[in-house]
C-alpha cells in the first residue's frame, strides 16, 4: 500500500509539474468571449495575448480585450488561462479564470459566455470522468445576477453549477469516455450582472477547473482540488499525505 501510495505521489507531482512548466505538443488553448451578437477568440498568437505565453498557458491583455468586445456591455479587469495538454496519467485539465464588469456605455445582454477550450488531448484515455470545479465572486452586484458553469469533453458535458451573490465554491461530476486518437477538453462560464456599471460596480471574479479522472487510488475530489491549488500548497499537501501513511 505503501508502496502504490508512493508511486501515486510521484505521478502527481510530475502532473503539477507538467501543468505549470511544459510547453505544448498538440492543439493551442483557445479562450473565446461570446455575447448576443458577437464572439472574440484569442490564443497565445493573437494581438490580445500578453507576450511570453505559450500554446498551454497565457493571459489576455483586458485594454485590448475590452477595446474588442465593446458591444457587449460587459469588460475584463483580467482573463487567462492554462493547460496541461497533451495530459498525463493521472489527469486531463483546462484552467479558466478572469474578473468580467459591467461596462457603464452600454446596455448588457442577457448573458456573457467565456469559455477555454484545447484540442487534441491524447491522456488519460477510456472509462473516466469529466469534472468541473469553479467558483464565483460578485461584488456590488443586484439581484438577477448569476453565473454558470460546466465543463466538457466532446459531447459529454457536466451539469451546470449555478452561483449567485455573495458566490462561493461548487464541484461536480459525470461519466465520459475519452478517446485515445484525442478528445477536446473545455471549461465555461456563463455571466449575467445585474448593478451599477462601470470598473467600480457589478463584478464577478471566477474560476473554472476542468478535468477528465480515470481511475486511480485517490478520490476524484482530491485530484479536482489538487488541480485548484497553488503548487506550494499543493507539495506541502502530497508530502504530508506521504509522511502519515509511511
Do not use: C
Amino acid at each position: 500500500m505503501v508502496r502504490h501510495r508512493r508511486l501515486f505521489l510521484a505521478l502527481a507531482l510530475g502532473a503539477l509539474l507538467s501543468v505549470t512548466g511544459r510547453e505544448a505538443k498538440a492543439g493551442s488553448l483557445t479562450i473565446t468571449v461570446s455575447w448576443t451578437g458577437g464572439s472574440v477568440a484569442v490564443d497565445f498568437t493573437s494581438p490580445q495575448a500578453v507576450p511570453g505565453g505559450s500554446a498551454n498557458s497565457f493571459a489576455i491583455d483586458p485594454v485590448l480585450l475590452n477595446s474588442s468586445i465593446a458591444a457587449s456591455g460587459y469588460q475584463f479587469s483580467e482573463l487567462g488561462g492554462s493547460s496541461n495538454n497533451p495530459g498525463n496519467p493521472l489527469f486531463s485539465l483546462v484552467r479558466l479564470s478572469g474578473s468580467a464588469f459591467l461596462n457603464g456605455d452600454v446596455e448588457p445582454p442577457s448573458a456573457l459566455t467565456v469559455t477555454a477550450s484545447q484540442t487534441e488531448f491524447t491522456s488519460p484515455s477510456g472509462s473516466g470522468s469529466v469534472a468541473s470545479r469553479a467558483s464565483g465572486n460578485f461584488l456590488r452586484t443586484d439581484a438577477g445576477s448569476t453565473m454558470t458553469s460546466s465543463a466538457s469533453l466532446d459531447a459529454t458535458s457536466t451539469p451546470n453549477l449555478v452561483f449567485t451573490p455573495p458566490g462561493g465554491f461548487l464541484q461536480n461530476f459525470t461519466t465520459a469516455t475519452a478517446n485515445p486518437a484525442g478528445y477536446t477538453l473545455a471549461a465555461t462560464v456563463n455571466i449575467t450582472l445585474v448593478g451599477p456599471p462601470g470598473f467600480g460596480g457589478a463584478s464577478d471574479q471566477f474560476t473554472n477547473n476542468a478535468a477528465f479522472v480515470t481511475v486511480i487510488p485517490e478520490p476524484a475530489s482530491f485530484v479536482l482540488m489538487v488541480a485548484g491549488m497553488p503548487l506550494p500548497l499543493v507539495l506541502m499537501a502530497l508530502f504530508r499525505r506521504r509522511n502519515a501513511v509511511a
